[in-house]
């Protein structure tokens, strides 16, 4: 009956009992305080002494009863088996090597009973194998003696590319030189331009010098006493300052001072002027601020017809508006002999070098526009044709060449006296009316 309980008890209670914590505090409990046990069983005195004595010793105080066992078991049920995961770890490599070892030994095994068999195969007089042995032997042989062959000829292709690489860097270097040659021939003759401009600049500094000596009557004097009579005239008092700022105004100087100081503001330079340019839209209003300061009884408009006035009497530059500059291009047009340079120009010849034409005349030259620049610079946009006549023994390619270019003034006396105008920008084309 006993038996049954305690066996139906442990039944019950079997999962309690073999749980990993429990099992393991349990074990950790006897292993602190087996001898609080052996002195209770079995120790001296009375079974009441050692009662006693154990509950003195069974208090949460002594933490051998409770604590040391729950950490011994804690670390057992949950460290134990990462230690097992890493002892596993360590044997895997070692059974790796041994695994390596011993297939090798194996491979070495079979190996060398592949040769012994093959040395009783080849020993069989009966059996082919060598006659197929040598045949496959002979065939490596080729086809090693086929990749030497093809190595050879790579060698000798890449022979004769460093050959031909080599004569085209010869043929490089001998173009260098003659280019270097030619260049050198290019300084001598700059030197020589240099040289020649340098005469040229010496000469015309030497004529500057004396033409400056004989030039001793002011210029200035000469404007100022045509403007004079123009005012007397018409019965207007105008002071000298007052005439001298309207000769600031035309010329487009900052004061008087500038203009006084100006070198090139001579009768000299004038005969060189294309023109002096005035601005509708500024001179009137300098003009009526001048009076408005001068306090003289006369309209910006009369003191500007007294200028024009001045210059015709002078009678040695233009005095013009801003807005004739095409009227003035189209006037240097009409004088074929201004455009002889046109022929001479790099753009022009390596036109001309396209045909099999020479040429030598410059025809429909005219106005296209204004090209717009800045330093007070006015380029007016110009275009011709320039004819030529075919060699009866070469073939046609065209005898006439589109030109574009810009006639530019220049300002050299003050702001609005403008230089002649030079020729710039020059195009050229042949003409294509020619293929249909």
Known sequence: MVQDLIKGWFSDNRVKITSPVLGAFMGAWVLF?????????????????????????ITTSNLSIWLWPLLVALAYAFGLPYLNVLSHKLLKRAEEWRHSEVVGIDIIKAKKK???????????????????????????FEAKADITRAEANDKKLKLEELEAKKKASIAEQKKLELEAE????????????????????????A?????????????????????????????????????????????GYKNSDEL???????????DELSCVAYSNSTILKALSELIKTAKINVTAEEVFDHLVQMFENIDTVRFMSDD??????????????????????????????????YFEFVEDVHVIGVDERGDEEVAIKMEATISGTNHDDKPFSGDSLDVTFNLVFTPVIGRNG????????????VSDYWRG
């Open 260 to 270: 006084l100081a100006d070198d090139e503001f001579s009768l000299s330079k004038f």
């Open 33 to 57: 305080n087996w001898k609080y046990f052996l002195l209770l069983f079995w120790g001296k005195g009375d079974l009441e002494v050692r009662l006693l004595a154990f509950e003195e010793i």
């Open 182 to 205: 030619q260049e050198e021939l290019k300084l001598k003759d700059l030197k020589r331009r240099d040289e020649r401009e340098k005469l040229a600049q010496e000469r015309a500094k």
């Open 324 to 357: 004739l500059f095409k009227d003035l291009a189209s006037e240097f047009a009409s004088d074929s002999d201004n455009y002889d340079s046109l022929l001479h120009e790099d753009s022009v010849t390596g036109s001309m070098a396209e045909t099999n034409a």
């Open 418 to 429: 403008y230089s002649q105008p030079e020729i710039e920008d020059v195009r050229a084309s």
């Open 114 to 140: 592949t040769e012994l068999n093959e040395v009783i195969y080849k020993g069989d007089p009966a059996n082919p194998y060598l006659g197929k042995r040598l045949d496959a032997e002979l065939k490596e």
């Open 207 to 251: 004529h500057h010098q004396q033409e400056l000596l004989n030039a001793r009557f002011p210029t200035t004097y000469v404007f100022l006493k045509y403007l004079s009579e123009s005012f007397i005239e018409d019965e207007v008092n105008a002071p000298l300052d007052f005439m001298m700022d309207c000769l600031v105004i035309c010329f």
